[in-house]
């Protein structure tokens, strides 16, 4: 609501188009990308791949980590996370990429690291991952503009706060809670 609130003036003061306009445009296009899969990517498929990243580590296990960075490897490494061409060079490289990632981030990470990050600074990544999880939604915009980053950023306080809610159902009942409850804000969202 705050959004569909400010959007017209924000637009006017910086005299540029509609940023929201902008993200219900990509909106229509992943329905043109992907057609009648579109509900289970959003509803489904998302809320797995995006969980994966940003809520997964919290439980502060190197194997956690390691599915983390190598799914958010995969994910900014291609142009699109779901297109797959079995006869292109670079899908081969970038599941190699995603498997390394994973290898190397699993070898580097220490349990005791891991321990005496858990007793220092548990609360930065908690905040960290809800923060970046907004800032990825960011992406769903097609034209970005880094003039107007800041403005962006009051675009993504939703996602800021459904990131710390989704992190403390994730802490509390479990990962897949946290998919659960993430399945079903994007359904609401999706067929409002």
């Known amino acids: ?17 509609s940023i929201l306009a902008d993200f219900r445009k990509a909106d229509n296009n992943l329905f043109k990308a992907y057609g009648n899969f579109t509900f289970l990517i959003v509803c489904l498929i998302v809320p797995i791949v995006e969980e994966s990243i940003f809520r ?22 291609g142009t699109s996370f779901f297109k797959v061409s079995l006869t292109e060079l670079a899908t081969y490289l970038r599941l190699f990429g995603t498997i390394l990632i994973y290898i190397i981030s699993f070898k580097l990470i220490h349990d005791r ?5 858990k007793e220092n600074s548990f609360r930065i990544l908690f905040w960290g991952s809800a ?4 800032i990825v939604h960011i992406s769903n915009n097609n034209n970005i503009n880094l003039l107007f980053l800041p403005l962006y950023i009051i675009y993504i306080i939703p996602q800021f706060i459904l990131g710390l809610t ?4 994730r802490v509390n009942i479990g990962f897949w809670g946290a ?10 969202s999706f067929v409002l």
């Open 56 to 77: 997964l580590p919290l439980t502060l296990r190197k194997n956690a980590f390691a599915v983390s960075f190598g799914i958010l490897f995969y994910r900014f490494s």
């Open 166 to 169: 989704l992190g403390a159902v």
């Open 1 to 17: 609501m705050l959004i569909l609130l400010i959007d017209p003036y924000i637009s006017r003061v910086v005299d540029t188009k």
């Open 113 to 117: 690291l891991l321990l005496k990050f």
């Open 179 to 188: 998919v659960i409850l993430h399945s079903l804000v994007n359904f609401i």
């Open 131 to 134: 923060f970046l999880f907004g």
